[in-house]
């Protein structure tokens, strides 16, 4: 669902270990590196998407994980024309997000990849809570940036 600005609504999930890392995924056939994310559908809510695109893309339940926060507003990124279908050009400009942080009260072994038809993720590893800035597509690094350091005050106090 596009808004009239442009944008597709979305969430993006930062999930943390109780050593505070950051649940890191690799694209599938691709050397990429984010965190799961995903858009929102029609008559869901941010909270109810993240927890679809959790189950999709990482295997994890509502029980595996415990919400800690959640950005407060919309965190925006235009994604580069070059990358836009065609037919979307006109009325397509990027992302915008709600960002969860979730603490993994469940397994590393609850971690699955393998979900769907078409799994987004052929890989992941625990990544220390920054360093995702530096490895994302630059187009993303404003936003992740942005969310990292909005939740990380919510980390910070445990």
Not at 121 to 133: K, N, V
Request: net charge neutral; glycine share 6%.
């Amino acid at each position: 669902m596009i808004d009239k600005e442009g944008y597709r609504a979305n969430v993006g999930i930062v999930v943390c270990n109780n050593k505070k890392k950051v649940l890191w995924a690799k694209r599938t056939n691709e050397d990429a590196w984010q965190f799961p994310q995903g858009g929102i559908n029609e008559g869901e809510s941010p909270k109810e998407a993240m927890f679809r695109e959790l189950k999709e893309e990482v295997g994890l339940e509502p029980s595996h994980v415990e919400i800690i926060a959640r950005t407060k507003d919309w965190l925006r990124y235009d994604v580069p024309k070059n990358w836009i279908r065609r037919d979307w050009r006109d009325r397509y400009k990027g992302q915008k997000q709600i960002w969860f942080l979730l603490r993994l009260t469940g397994h590393d072994s609850d971690v699955s990849l393998k979900n769907t038809k078409k799994p987004e993720f052929d890989a992941w590893r625990w990544d220390d809570f920054w360093s995702p800035i530096d490895q994302i597509i630059d187009f993303k690094r404003d936003v992740y940036e942005q969310a990292l350091k909005e939740l990380y005050k919510h980390l910070s106090a445990d």
